[in-house]
Antibody, heavy 119, light 107 residues
Framework: QVQLQESGPGLVKPSQTLSLTCTVS??????????WSWIRQPPGKGLEWIGY???????YYNPSLKSRLTLSVDTSKNQFSLKLSSVTAADTAVYFC???????????WGQGTLVTVSS | EIVLTQSPDFQSVTPKEKVTITCRAS??????LHWFQQKPDQSPKLVIK???QSISGVPSRFSGSGSGTDFTLTINSLEAEDAATYYC?????????FGQGTKLEIK
């Protein structure tokens, strides 16, 4: 059974860069069958797709975040990461990582990690 | 960007009732529509994929239908554990998008 676990700072100051890592266990991030994704959810609100990354490093970003977003993958550590620059209070959210099959949907999710943007 | 609109936003229902939640897409997405259940402080759980395909381990009272722009999630004989917020998700074209959610309360 695949498991995903998010990690990173829970508090980020405005204008700084939010950095999170998702560690995958029980399966290889280098599988050609899946993409890996980030989704976020502001407190009390709905879900927003952030982007996808493939083990090769190919990425697909939400246009609304593209100018501030970088996704990367480290196959040696079975991890993928998110960096979101120039954050504001609007970036406060629970950030989830998830596995996705191409053309499909998110079948395994991490538990989520709350990131608060505040000085 | 494809916009997904769910209805209703909120529904209060009694156990054993049949519940129907709809999701309408702003343009045709074929069958690339999926449904999630999210309980408080939990990550979303996939309950239906590709509009009508069942998911292993999900109770058979959950079913889905539709194609193109109009989709339905049906929960037959509702149980107390089904209290949650339900989201639809489209993977037809980038950027992926979610519906705004439907909160289901059990009376």
């Amino acid at each position: 059974q695949v498991q995903l676990q998010e990690s990173g700072p829970g508090l980020v100051k405005p204008s700084q860069t939010l950095s999170l890592t998702c560690t995958v266990s029980g399966g290889s991030i280098s599988s050609s069958d899946y993409y890996w994704s980030w989704i976020r959810q502001p407190p009390g609100k709905g879900l927003e797709w952030i982007g996808y990354i493939y083990y090769s490093g190919s990425t697909y970003y939400n246009p609304s975040l593209k100018s501030r977003l970088t996704l990367s993958v480290d196959t040696s550590k079975n991890q993928f990461s998110l960096k979101l620059s120039s954050v504001t209070a609007a970036d406060t959210a629970v950030y989830f990582c998830a596995r996705v099959f191409p053309g499909g949907t998110f079948d395994f999710w991490g538990q989520g990690t709350l990131v608060t943007v505040s000085s | 960007e494809i916009v997904l609109t769910q209805s209703p936003d909120f529904q209060s229902v009694t156990p054993k009732e049949k519940v129907t939640i709809t999701c309408r897409a702003s343009q045709s997405i074929g069958s690339s529509l999926h449904w999630f259940q999210q309980k408080p402080d939990q990550s979303p759980k996939l309950v239906i994929k590709y509009a009508s395909q069942s998911i292993s381990g999900v109770p058979s009272r959950f079913s889905g239908s539709g194609s193109g722009t109009d989709f339905t999630l049906t929960i037959n004989s509702l149980e107390a554990e089904d209290a949650a917020t339900y989201y639809c998700h489209q993977s037809s074209s980038l950027p992926d998008s979610f519906g705004q959610g439907t909160k289901l309360e059990i009376k």
